[in-house]
């Protein structure tokens, strides 16, 4: 531990700034876990299931109920949107879906582009350190007296060293946790995508069965 907080004195201003990167990526780490691993997504593939087959059955009141369940998730956000329109045209059913969807889209996207910002700024810390750290080095042999050289010399390789530490010990785990949040997004972005199609060909086939049969 002594050796931690010497090396973060030794580091000098920069590893403020690195600190203050890393608080800063483990607020967005820990908001944006929550809301895409535990609020936004849901078992896609069940929900559907469910869906499908209250709406095949043509209760759609209760499919709507199912959505309003889990309304906290994306996808349900969007299925029920279409499903509200379940008695109207094609173009309505579509219109609502794609509204929904524009809806939700930026909540889940929201905030986690920033972990990639953060940590690519805590390298450049850790970079602009070590060439300061490296400046001061050089400075010391050519301006300081014999007995001042060696403790200037260590000085500044000290700075550069523990600034480039800092930088990456911070960066790699918010480029990880970027990572893990990407896919994730990306599997509710696709379900969405591939369920809304489907809700909606559902419906508008529906839709159609029910004009047939009334002719």
């Known amino acids: 531990m002594a050796d931690i907080k010497e090396a973060f004195v030794d580091g ?27 609020r936004y997504n849901i078992n896609a593939h ?23 369940a ?14 509200t329109r379940a008695n109207k045209g094609e173009l309505e059913i579509q219109n609502a879906i794609e509204e929904a969807s524009l809806e939700v889209v930026p909540m889940i996207t929201r905030r986690t582009a920033t ?8 390298t450049l810390l850790g970079l602009l ?24 010399l260590s000085r500044g390789i000290a700075l550069a060293m523990n600034t480039t530490a800092f930088g990456l010990i911070v960066a790699i785990p918010i ?7 990407m896919a ?8 969405i995508d591939q369920y809304s199609v489907k809700l909606a060909n559902l419906l508008i086939s529906r839709s159609k069965s029910g004009e047939t049969g009334g002719v």
């Open 12 to 38: 000098g201003i920069w590893m403020y700034a690195i600190l203050a990167i890393s608080i800063l990526g483990f607020g967005v780490t820990i908001e944006r876990f929550v809301f895409i691993f535990f």
């Open 46 to 68: 069940a929900f559907m299931a469910q869906i499908q087959k209250l709406v095949m059955a043509n209760n759609i009141d209760r499919a709507i109920k199912l959505c309003n």
């Open 70 to 83: 889990a309304l906290a998730a994306a996808l349900p956000r969007v299925i029920k949107a279409g499903l």
């Open 115 to 122: 972990l990639a910002s953060l940590a690519n700024i805590a």
């Open 129 to 152: 350190g070590t060439i300061i750290g490296l400046i001061e080095a050089f400075s010391a042999l050519e301006t300081a007296t014999p007995d001042k050289r060696q403790e200037m």
């Open 175 to 181: 480029l990880f946790v970027h990572m893990m949040l």
């Open 184 to 191: 994730t997004t990306k599997k509710i972005l696709d379900d």
